[in-house]
């Protein structure tokens, strides 16, 4: 038993002293590079502020949103990068190296309980019976969707800093999977404006047991929050289904909204990515919408949320 | 170690037997190693970028950005001894971490 109690203070020791070197020689970095990550970010969309240009070896991003501009004070941000890196490696031994296989069961349980104690939520593959048919592939790109009847891009964003990031996305022709997300202009609310924000779109039609029971998996999926994570650079956000597809023949396996795929660094096309995506078992609709990092901290956005509508 | 501009340039084998040598778990060796190489990394960009003219730190952080590394050769030539300076940094930094190892693993190392 002593002998354990060394062992652990060992790694403990070694792990604590370098993420504190660790985390000191970023914050330096970025402090002193700040004027030139700052100008890259502006000058360019496809910056990923997340690896900041490199200094980060393994894809473990300093928190997306990060105002270079406060990194001095703000110490917690790089504490959390080894929180990331650990649920990095930890979820790296459990994935199939083909994303498009996705997870036996036993991957799914312990995949599950990860992210429970990582994110501090109640994660889970299947609630009260149901559940999608996976919960690891490729994730696409989605076009923003129409919140209400008249909704389009000119009255779609909440600030020109949204827009000018956003716009090119484009808009669905049509309503979502699930309807329109309120019924006019006027009834809406912050709610409904983050649910369309952070919406994802899954194959709810692939669902084990949906044929059978359309109406009952309908109102299940409607809206259900789930937690996504791109596993190989630890980014991670709530969500909500807000949308069926896509289809099986474009090879991906659900799709994220222009600020999903943003945040979590993903992008359509030839580069495709893998993330997982689980159910969040929240009845009382307490966790909120958008980035979160291990520890069930709310991350900080790359665009500052408007309360503006 | 992920394949770097500056990899053949430094030698991490002893830093991975000194942590092979403890008595840890895989994942806590491989948290350490994490660590260990992301510091190292840092360093090395920190070094690199130091000693650019303010013209061309951008265009190495985008070259890093895309893993370029013939284009950060080309752009970095230019300072003198930049592969010595390069190595030292990374070589120091690394003793550093193998000098803790040894401080930290009397009790604990392997038999």
């Given at each position: 038993?002593?002998?354990?109690?060394?062992?652990?203070?060992?790694?403990?020791?070694?792990?604590?002293?370098?993420?504190?070197?660790?985390?000191?020689?970023?914050?330096?970095?970025?402090?002193?590079?700040?004027?030139?990550?700052?100008?890259?970010?502006?000058?360019?969309?496809?910056?990923?502020?997340?690896?900041?240009?490199?200094?980060?070896?393994?894809?473990?991003?300093?928190?997306?949103?990060?105002?270079?501009?406060?990194?001095?004070?703000n110490?917690?941000?790089?504490?959390?990068?080894?929180?990331?890196?650990?649920?990095?490696?930890?979820?790296?031994?459990?994935?199939?190296?083909?994303?498009?296989?996705?997870?036996?069961?036993?991957?799914?349980?312990?995949?599950?309980?990860?992210?429970?104690?990582?994110?501090?939520?109640?994660?889970?593959?299947?609630?009260?019976?149901?559940?999608?048919?996976?919960?690891?592939?490729?994730?696409?790109?989605?076009?923003?969707?129409?919140?209400?009847?008249?909704?389009?891009?000119?009255?779609h964003?909440?600030?020109?800093?949204?827009?000018?990031?956003?716009?090119?996305?484009?808009?669905?022709?049509?309503?979502?999977?699930?309807?329109?997300?309120?019924?006019?202009?006027?009834?809406?609310?912050?709610?409904?404006?983050?649910?369309?924000?952070?919406?994802?779109?899954?194959?709810?039609?692939?669902?084990?047991?949906?044929?059978?029971n359309?109406?009952?998996?309908?109102?299940?999926?409607?809206f259900?929050?789930?937690?996504?994570?791109?596993?190989?650079?630890?980014?991670?956000?709530?969500?909500?289904?807000?949308?069926?597809?896509?289809?099986?023949?474009t090879?991906?396996?659900?799709?994220?909204?222009?600020?999903?795929?943003?945040?979590?660094?993903?992008?359509?096309?030839?580069?495709?990515?893998?993330?997982?995506?689980?159910?969040?078992?929240?009845?009382?609709?307490?966790?909120?919408?958008?980035?979160?990092?291990?520890?069930?901290?709310?991350?900080?956005?790359?665009?500052?949320?408007?309360?503006?509508? | 170690?992920?394949?770097?501009?500056?990899?053949?340039?430094?030698?991490?084998?002893?830093?991975?037997?000194?942590?092979?040598?403890?008595?840890?778990?895989?994942?806590?060796?491989?948290?350490?190693?994490?660590?260990a190489?992301?510091?190292i990394?840092?360093?090395?960009?920190?070094?690199?970028?130091?000693?650019?003219?303010?013209?061309?730190?951008?265009?190495?952080?985008?070259?890093?950005?895309?893993?370029?590394?013939?284009?950060?050769?080309?752009?970095?030539?230019?300072?003198?001894?930049?592969?010595?300076?390069?190595a030292?940094?990374?070589?120091?930094?690394?003793?550093?971490?193998i000098?803790?190892i040894?401080?930290?693993?009397?009790?604990?190392?392997?038999?």
């Amino acid at each position: 038993m002593f002998f354990k109690k060394q062992k652990k203070n060992t790694y403990e020791i070694l792990r604590n002293k370098w993420a504190k070197k660790h985390a000191l020689l970023q914050k330096d970095f970025i402090s002193s590079n700040a004027h030139i990550i700052e100008e890259l970010k502006d000058k360019s969309k496809h910056f990923a502020v997340g690896s900041l240009g490199g200094i980060i070896l393994f894809s473990t991003p300093i928190v997306s949103g990060i105002d270079v501009q406060k990194a001095e004070s703000n110490e917690m941000v790089f504490e959390d990068i080894d929180k990331q890196m650990f649920m990095i490696t930890d979820l790296s031994e459990y994935l199939p190296k083909d994303p498009t296989t996705g997870l036996t069961s036993g991957q799914e349980k312990i995949i599950g309980e990860i992210l429970s104690r990582d994110f501090g939520l109640d994660i889970r593959a299947e609630i009260d019976g149901k559940r999608l048919e996976r919960n690891y592939g490729l994730i696409g790109a989605e076009q923003h969707l129409m919140r209400y009847p008249g909704d389009n891009m000119a009255s779609h964003f909440q600030s020109p800093d949204e827009a000018q990031v956003y716009y090119s996305s484009g808009m669905a022709p049509g309503r979502g999977g699930f309807g329109y997300f309120t019924y006019s202009r006027e009834t809406l609310t912050q709610k409904e404006v983050e649910r369309e924000k952070y919406y994802i779109a899954v194959q709810t039609f692939r669902a084990p047991g949906y044929m059978e029971n359309i109406r009952e998996y309908v109102d299940f999926f409607k809206f259900r929050k789930m937690l996504l994570v791109n596993p190989h650079n630890g980014k991670a956000i709530v969500t909500v289904i807000g949308d069926a597809g896509p289809g099986v023949s474009t090879g991906k396996h659900l799709g994220g909204s222009p600020e999903i795929m943003k945040y979590l660094e993903r992008v359509d096309g030839r580069s495709r990515g893998p993330v997982l995506f689980f159910f969040i078992n929240d009845p009382e609709d307490r966790v909120s919408l958008g980035p979160i990092e291990p520890g069930g901290v709310k991350a900080i956005d790359h665009i500052e949320n408007s309360n503006q509508l | 170690m992920k394949k770097t501009f500056y990899s053949h340039l430094i030698e991490l084998d002893e830093l991975y037997i000194e942590l092979d040598n403890l008595d840890i778990s895989k994942k806590e060796r491989e948290h350490l190693v994490k660590l260990a190489e992301s510091s190292i990394h840092t360093t090395v960009m920190s070094c690199v970028i130091d000693n650019l003219v303010e013209d061309d730190k951008k265009d190495f952080i985008m070259h890093s950005e895309n893993e370029d590394h013939k284009s950060i050769w080309n752009l970095i030539s230019y300072i003198e001894g930049v592969e010595y300076k390069i190595a030292s940094v990374a070589h120091n930094i690394r003793d550093e971490f193998i000098s803790d190892i040894k401080k930290h693993s009397v009790s604990s190392t392997k038999k």
